[in-house]
């Protein structure tokens, strides 16, 4: 019979890990951290210790220190919203995501419930073409050309097969020797100026429609928005974004009564049509002109179900849903920063992003394009800025509802130690890693998949009670 050093040495790593953490006396107290991280993937250890004292006497009514916990640390959540890296941080983040986009659509967090009666757009802005690309067309060819012949580069300028969406071909270009990777990642670069040109236009032509004048409409109106960039199959982003219209101090006041949702929808089809940004001029590229792509969708939102229009709930969960994915999911690129030339080419990527990443890194060495930063961003194709942005008056902030939460556990656990006018809290925290070790990193994720089947059987027992009472 092996003993227990010559069986140990059967083990892998993480078996060996496993056996290591069990051991350990403080063992239960390191569950108990990861589990009050909900499995996160990639925890953040910090050491330190926060005190509470009594304002008025000094009195110290709470001391909380590292010293005494596993490892001397404190493991809290990575935060990471996409969920090919950690997906339980990302369950979090996508629920603060639907909360935040809510709020701004039918009020809650410090927003009027009232704002649900303005008028308010879903809107979809799409980037140009760069080049015909292949594309799934409904069982139809991809793009079918009778006697079509072949472009410059010896290509055939139509496909005549007939692809499904899974196709790794869709969204390739046709000739990746016609295509513009030069105009795709500028247009990329300047994609958050474009935005603003956008709102800027609107603006004035809102004013022009309601026969007011520029500074008096911004004197009356305010628009609200929250948006979302999405990357299409073909690797260019597109601008989804829920728009409202207030008064002049934003959410706390509604709207003049002569801008009905109609005026706003024909005001953003004519502002987005007016848009034209030219580039920094380049010795090596010349100038580009910029717009947004002729497609133009602008759909009204509406509170409850009806014929017309998108109800608030469905986009949210949509916004919230998106945010969450990572490059793997989409032809975003990459999830970390590109460090040199040596990632372009063992990035495992398809062909189009290799080509977009590798244009990105080489634009970015021209002087000219320098406040650009086209090589910090080539891992997302040159498209700067957080995937989700909002106007600052739209709704609350993922700070306030982080802190709402964290409040909201505090006083879940200790009611008698939540901080108050009277109360001071001295705190003093460092740094000390990150990540799990192999056998953590399995307990780790077991934890997160029995609260994410504790969660959907909590839903279905949810569920099951409201048929019950209905029906009944």
């Given at each position: 019979?092996?003993d227990r050093?010559a069986?140990?040495?059967?083990?892998s790593?993480?078996?060996?890990d496993?056996?290591r953490?069990a051991?350990?006396?403080?063992?239960?107290r390191?569950?108990?951290?990861?589990?009050?991280?909900?499995?996160?993937a990639?925890?953040?250890?910090?050491?330190?210790?926060?005190?509470t004292?009594?304002?008025?006497?000094?009195?110290v009514l709470?001391?909380?220190?590292?010293?005494?916990?596993?490892?001397?640390?404190?493991?809290?959540?990575?935060?990471?919203?996409?969920?090919?890296?950690c997906?339980p941080?990302?369950?979090?983040?996508a629920?603060?995501?639907?909360?935040?986009?809510?709020?701004g659509l039918?009020?809650?967090?410090?927003v009027?419930?009232d704002?649900?009666?303005r008028?308010r757009?879903?809107?979809?802005?799409?980037?140009?073409?760069?080049?015909?690309?292949?594309?799934?067309?409904?069982?139809?060819?991809c793009?079918?050309?009778?006697?079509a012949?072949?472009?410059?580069?010896?290509?055939p300028?139509?496909c005549?097969?007939?692809?499904d969406?899974t196709?790794?071909?869709?969204?390739?270009?046709?000739?990746?020797?016609?295509?513009?990777?030069?105009?795709?990642?500028?247009w990329?670069?300047?994609a958050?100026?474009l935005?603003?040109?956008?709102?800027?236009?609107?603006?004035?032509?809102?004013?022009?429609?309601?026969?007011?004048?520029?500074?008096?409409?911004r004197?009356?109106?305010?628009?609200s928005?929250?948006k979302?960039?999405?990357?299409q199959?073909?690797?260019?982003?597109?601008?989804?974004?829920?728009?409202?219209?207030?008064g002049?101090?934003?959410?706390?006041?509604?709207?003049?009564?002569?801008l009905?949702?109609?005026?706003?929808?024909?005001?953003v089809?004519?502002?987005?049509?007016?848009v034209?940004?030219?580039?920094?001029?380049s010795a090596?590229?010349?100038?580009y002109?910029?717009?947004?792509?002729?497609?133009?969708?602008?759909?009204?939102?509406r509170?409850f179900?009806?014929?017309d229009?998108l109800?608030?709930d469905?986009v949210a969960?949509?916004?919230?849903?998106?945010?969450?994915?990572?490059a793997?999911d989409t032809?975003?690129g990459?999830?970390?920063r590109?460090?040199?030339?040596?990632?372009?080419?063992?990035?495992?990527?398809s062909?189009?992003?290799?080509?977009?990443?590798?244009?990105?890194?080489?634009?970015?060495?021209?002087?000219?394009?320098?406040?650009?930063?086209?090589?910090?961003?080539?891992?997302t194709?040159?498209?700067?800025?957080?995937?989700?942005?909002?106007?600052?008056?739209?709704s609350?902030?993922?700070?306030?509802?982080r802190?709402?939460?964290?409040?909201?556990e505090?006083?879940?656990?200790?009611?008698e130690?939540s901080p108050?006018?009277?109360?001071?809290?001295?705190?003093?925290?460092?740094?000390?890693?990150?990540g799990?070790?192999?056998?953590?990193?399995l307990?780790?994720a077991g934890?997160?998949?029995?609260?994410?089947a504790?969660r959907e059987?909590?839903?279905?027992a949810?569920?099951?009670?409201l048929?019950g009472?209905?029906g009944a």
């Open positions: 019979m092996l050093a069986r140990l040495r059967h083990l790593d993480a078996e060996r496993i056996i953490l051991s350990d006396p403080l063992f239960p390191w569950l108990e951290q990861i589990t009050a991280t909900g499995g996160c990639h925890p953040v250890h910090l050491a330190g210790s926060t005190t004292y009594d304002a008025l006497t000094g009195e709470h001391h909380y220190d590292t010293a005494n916990e596993p490892g001397e640390r404190l493991s809290v959540r990575c935060r990471n919203r996409r969920a090919t890296v997906a941080c990302s369950r979090l983040h629920g603060d995501t639907f909360h935040l986009v809510r709020a039918v009020g809650g967090k410090n009027p419930d704002v649900r009666d008028p757009l879903f809107l979809t802005l799409t980037a140009p073409g760069f080049g015909p690309v292949h594309r799934a067309a409904d069982s139809s060819p793009r079918p050309r009778r006697n012949g072949e472009c410059e580069h010896g290509r300028v139509g005549p097969a007939v692809h969406v196709d790794p071909l869709v969204g390739q270009p046709i000739c990746p020797g016609c295509y513009d990777y030069c105009g795709h990642v500028l990329h670069a300047y958050g100026r935005w603003k040109a956008f709102t800027d236009n609107l603006y004035n032509h809102l004013a022009a429609r309601t026969g007011r004048t520029r500074t008096g409409l004197r009356t109106v305010r628009l928005y929250a979302v960039a999405e990357y199959k073909r690797a260019a982003v597109h601008i989804h974004a829920v728009l409202r219209l207030d002049a101090d934003g959410p706390a006041t509604a709207p003049p009564t002569w009905d949702t109609d005026t706003l929808t024909r005001a089809r004519t502002a987005a049509a007016a034209h940004l030219a580039t920094v001029h090596a590229l010349g100038e002109a910029l717009r947004w792509g002729a497609q133009l969708d602008v759909r009204p939102l509170a179900d009806g014929p229009g109800t608030d469905a969960a949509y916004v919230a849903k998106y945010v969450t994915k990572g793997a032809a975003a990459l999830d970390h590109l460090t040199g030339p040596d990632d372009l080419r063992t990035a495992p990527v062909p189009h992003i290799r080509t977009l990443m590798t244009t990105c890194w080489r634009l970015g060495g021209l002087p000219e394009l320098a406040p650009l930063r086209l090589r910090a961003w080539a891992h194709l040159g498209y700067r800025g957080h995937v989700l942005t909002k106007s600052r008056a739209y609350t902030t993922y700070a306030a509802l802190a709402e939460r964290a409040e909201y505090r006083t879940a656990q200790s009611p130690l108050g006018p009277e109360t001071v809290t001295d705190a003093h925290w460092r740094y000390v890693g990150s799990h070790s192999p056998g953590a990193a307990i780790a934890v997160a998949e029995d609260l994410a504790n059987a909590a839903r279905e949810l569920r099951s009670g048929g009472a209905l």
